[in-house]
């Protein structure tokens, strides 16, 4: 049984930074893809980070801003958000599955936590 809990999520002004911590327990291997997903109100879910083996990709409204990273011994992913914009506002999700690809497609994750929320004021 694999979980991911995030935490990290406030409420920020344009301009300024947060960043999430996603922990996982359960049988996680160094070898998974871990991705941050995120979903506004009335949009579809998007990829927006993911990282397998030290290669990183991110979707293109977000390079540049923010950073994707993990700690493999602790099990936890992170997403250093910087320069955060109105647009940046949604639920984040941490997922995990077992292939990586620059489209970051949903399907390609299979473990998903419950999410973290960010909003950011303009």
């Known amino acids: 049984q694999v979980q991911l809990v995030e935490s990290g999520g406030g409420s920020v002004q344009a301009g300024g930074s947060l960043r999430l911590s996603c922990v996982a327990s359960?049988?996680?291997?160094?070898?998974?893809?871990m991705g941050w997903f995120r979903q506004a109100p009335g949009k579809e879910r998007e990829g927006v980070a993911a990282i397998s083996g030290g290669r990183t990709y991110y979707v293109d409204s977000v390079k540049g801003r923010f950073t994707i990273s993990q700690d493999s011994a602790k099990k936890t992913l992170y997403l250093q958000m910087n320069s955060l914009k109105p647009e940046d506002t949604a639920m984040y999700y941490c997922?995990?599955?077992?292939?990586?690809?620059?489209?970051?497609?949903?399907?390609?994750?299979?473990?998903w936590g419950r999410g973290t929320q960010v909003t950011v004021s303009s």
């Open positions: 359960g049988y996680i291997t160094s070898r998974f893809c």
């Open positions: 997922a995990a599955g077992p292939t990586c690809s620059a489209t970051m497609r949903l399907e390609d994750f299979i473990y």
